[in-house]
């Protein structure tokens, strides 16, 4: 992860390390926030440039990569591949299949199909890391050390932790199906907008995801 020195690698090694132990122990809530701004905020924070490092170290021309990225980091639920060319302002050939192919193997997009009518392939960001540096980093380097600390309980943080919940969810299909007893049956995962709330101006109008099968279908409450 491009760690400078035998502190820095002790940090984020203690801080990954116990990771899960920090995020089943409500106690240790404040040490979370501490080890993140160490990692991100902090001055020489050793994870501060990882951005620009992931992208170099995976392709020769990262720039196209990221900025196929940086545009599904504008929309949670995601673009289709024709909604994409025309962001980024190229004709849909090859080589967008090529970038859309080789982010996917990397694990920084996902693709699912959409619940509209065109029932169209939609492609979104789910890297963890990706989105949060795009959220919470870009733009604010060197601002305040304690950036974390200071922006935990805003409402901007509450809207992330929701949205990322969601992306957890999308992520865990498996996990979710054996937990609700349909492992074994045929389903699909899709997001999907409360758009009746949205036109009527509901404040918590989000993102939310469902697993459907030709029988039932289950929503999140």
């Known amino acids: 992860m491009g760690f400078g020195n035998t502190r820095n690698l002790r940090i984020g090694f203690e801080a990954f390390h116990s990771l899960q132990d920090l995020l089943t122990n ?36 990262p720039e ?19 909604e994409i060319c025309a962001l980024l302002g190229k004709k849909c050939g090859g080589d967008i299949s090529r970038y859309l192919r080789d982010l996917k193997n990397c694990f ?3 693709s699912y199909y959409s619940m509209d009518k065109k029932r169209d392939i939609k492609y979104r960001l789910c890297d963890f890391y990706t989105l949060f540096y795009l959220k919470f980093i870009k733009g604010k380097e060197g601002l305040d050390p304690r950036f ?4 935990i309980n805003t409402l901007a943080t509450q809207v992330w932790n929701g949205l990322t919940f969601e992306l957890i969810c999308l992520t865990h299909v498996e996990q979710i199906k054996r937990g609700l007893g349909i492992s074994g049956v045929l389903c699909n995962a899709f997001s999907w907008w409360d758009r009746d709330a949205q036109d009527a101006g509901a404040q918590n109008t989000n993102l939310k995801s469902q697993i459907s099968n030709h029988k039932k279908v289950r929503k999140p409450k």
């Open 64 to 82: 196209t990569y990221r900025h196929i990225i940086e545009i599904l980091a504008g929309k949670k639920a995601g673009y289709s591949r024709t």
């Open 26 to 61: 409500a106690d240790n809530q404040e040490r979370q926030v501490v080890f993140i701004d160490e990692l991100f905020f902090s001055q020489g924070a050793p994870l501060s440039g990882e951005y620009d490092r992931l992208f170099s170290s995976l392709f020769k021309k």
């Open 148 to 151: 974390w600390s200071h922006t």
């Open 108 to 110: 920084f997009i996902s």
